[in-house]
């Protein structure tokens, strides 16, 4: 049988299919979307009969590979298949699952998709070990191998004694290697949370909110609100880039869908998202946008990103680098690129563009003059007239050249 495919023109990624609470991870090549599933359209109520594996290697294109049926594990057929995630270890792959509000549970496999059998027969969870509701688990492993589960509700949706738990896992992945203790935090959490390391730093996020902390176990300050969602979400890092998988309400609160976000993170620790991209989504651009924001890349080598004078991001290049831009639409009639840039070198910087990855024929080559100090008003256009013809569809390879100092690019736009 084949498996679904959708290929995805903005946000949401996968529509009207009830695909929610994602929790995205990188399994060898390919993005895994672990999601709930809304069943009905026109449910007043949450109605989760089961739970869905997508995948991606572009983030554009989404195949179906999985559905997870509960009637598999110890929980039997059951219409509360609330929020799930999954992690690999030990060369498997582990799926944790909520039974309502009550338990969470562990099922393994061999494959990201499956099939995966419950690993105990019974709640790695059962909702006796804490004061707050055992359910809504995220799973992060460290960069010592050390894997956590974070789980939970809050006090405001549970009363005195909720909140948001953290135990570390044996190497099995299957059973707790201490005792459950709470996550401190200074502003009561919002929904389910997730746990990542972003820039050195351990995030708890829970909806659009996040906290930061120097410890894995806490505790944690709150930082803010990124606006993308004010439900389920978790933040994944590819190619360089990061990225923020969030709920979209779709229909209502009761039938939703999953959108993608790219994130860029300030030195201070705080996140930021592009409401233009929380409704256009990732992976594919318009050559009649106004402007393509250069922190929008998909693939990146030898750049960091950094907070531009006056507002957003810039992406730096400090000698060589290379930035990939796909799927680039509506091409027709486009005749020349322009980029916002400036360069602190004296002897400036150059962008060369090409369409293919060999990078053997460019379509434009820009230079940047240098001699700037990095402030507003160093910034200049660059318009550029294209050596030939824009495919549609193009994938864009800027390649980034520069020495003795920092050439930073804020976006480019198509004349």
């Known amino acids: 049988m084949s498996q679904p495919v959708v290929t995805a023109t903005k946000n949401p990624i996968i529509p009207r299919r009830g695909v929610c609470d994602p929790h995205m991870h990188l399994f060898g ?24 594996v997508w995948s991606s290697d572009d983030l554009v294109t989404w195949r179906q590979d999985a559905t997870i049926d509960p009637a598999n594990f110890f929980t039997g057929p059951i219409d509360c298949a609330w929020a799930c995630d999954a992690a690999a270890a030990n060369g498997r792959y582990y799926f944790y699952f909520s039974h309502g509000n009550f338990s969470t549970g562990v099922a393994v496999a061999d494959r990201p998709e499956g099939p995966y059998t419950d690993a105990l027969g019974r709640p ?15 799973v992060f492993i460290d960069d010592d191998s050390a894997a956590y589960i974070v789980f939970g509700g ?22 707790l290697a201490e005792q459950p203790r709470r996550l401190e935090l200074d502003q009561e959490g919002d929904d389910k949370a997730s746990l990542n390391k972003i820039g050195g730093r351990y995030y708890l996020t829970h909806g659009s909110n996040y906290a930061i902390s ?98 957003g991001f810039d992406v730096v290049c400090d000698d060589t680098a290379q930035l990939v831009y796909p799927h680039v639409h509506d091409t027709d009639g486009v005749t020349g690129i322009s980029f916002f840039a400036t360069c602190s070198s004296p002897e400036g910087g150059r962008i060369t563009v090409y369409d293919s990855a060999d990078r053997t024929d460019p379509i434009a080559v820009c230079d940047i003059a240098g001699g700037r100090e990095t402030s507003w008003g160093s ?23 520069t020495s003795g100092g920092e050439l930073r690019v804020d976006f480019f736009t198509f004349f």
């Open 154 to 175: 809050p006090a405001w949706a549970y009363g005195e004694g909720a909140g948001y738990f953290i135990a570390r896992l044996n190497d099995d992945m299957i059973s």
């Open 214 to 311: 120097d410890d894995v176990y806490g505790p944690y300050r709150f930082m803010g609100n990124t606006g993308a969602s004010g439900d389920h979400g978790s933040y994944f890092e590819w190619n360089g880039q990061l990225f923020n998988a969030f709920t979209v309400f779709e229909r209502s609160m009761n039938y939703r869908a999953t959108g993608i976000c790219y994130v860029h993170q300030s030195p201070d620790g705080q996140l930021s998202v592009d409401p233009v991209i929380v409704e256009y989504g990732v992976g594919h651009y318009d050559a009649r946008w106004n402007k393509i924001e250069a922190e929008w890349f998909m693939a990146a080598t030898g750049i960091h990103k950094a907070v531009n004078p006056l507002h």
């Open 124 to 138: 790695l969870l059962d909702g006796t070990l804490t004061p707050t509701r055992e359910y809504d688990p995220a």
């Open 379 to 401: 910034y200049r256009m660059a318009p550029t007239p294209l050596l030939r013809a824009l495919r549609e569809d193009a994938t864009l390879y800027l390649a980034l050249e």
């Open 29 to 52: 090549d390919r993005v895994y979307l672990f999601a709930g599933h809304d069943a009905d359209p026109s449910a007043t109520d949450y109605s989760t009969h089961d739970w869905l």
